[in-house]
């Protein structure tokens, strides 16, 4: 089998963020820009999940505007929270989850949310994918966090080759300057749901087209 060649990190970050700049930020990065408060991106990331971006952007909105630390939000109650974060995914789940994260952070953790993986990924509703994200752009520590955008774009250019998140994460752990670490997941997000779409991506019009291996990708416009 042909060797991969080694991946031009700094070229393949550059065209990615001049990408970046034609689009909106995840909307997760938009609160992150707006309040570097790892509370707040904890649970934003939560009503992330399975929802748009813009449903996510206004309904944490809506929730911030209320409460913005762990006591006041659990005091609002599930069905509050519900109302408030509808209608992102699973709202009925997301807040009960809220309530219960709030909680075990106050109980726990003196209503700070802790610095470390572990311990977030302990928390009701919370994966690596979203304690990644807290740890990077919350408390700016090098961390990958690694979605369906980052997972499926890695493998169809050939950065990896592997079938989990999970896999994915270790494997770009290795590869990826540090540097880029909390980066990657913005960069790759908007160009996942715009260009590296998950059926039939838009190669004829991608920037990253020359050293794209294209695995896996069996029909392309
Ligand atoms: S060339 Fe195609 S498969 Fe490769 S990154 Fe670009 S859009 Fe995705």
Redesign the pocket.
Known sequence: MRRAAPVEWDSVVATLRVELSRMQLPSVSQIARFARDPFLILISTMISLRTKDDVTLAASERLFAIARTPATMRSLGDEQIADLIYPAGFYHTKSRHIVEVCTILCERYNGTVPEDVDALVDLPGVGRKTANLVLGLGFGVPAICVDTHVHR?AN??GWVATRTPEQTELALQRLLPRAYWIEINELLVGFGQT??TPTS???SR?P??ST?R?IG?PR?R
């Open positions: 774009i169809r250019q260009t590296c991506p838009f190669c991608c990253l087209q794209c294209r990708v392309s």
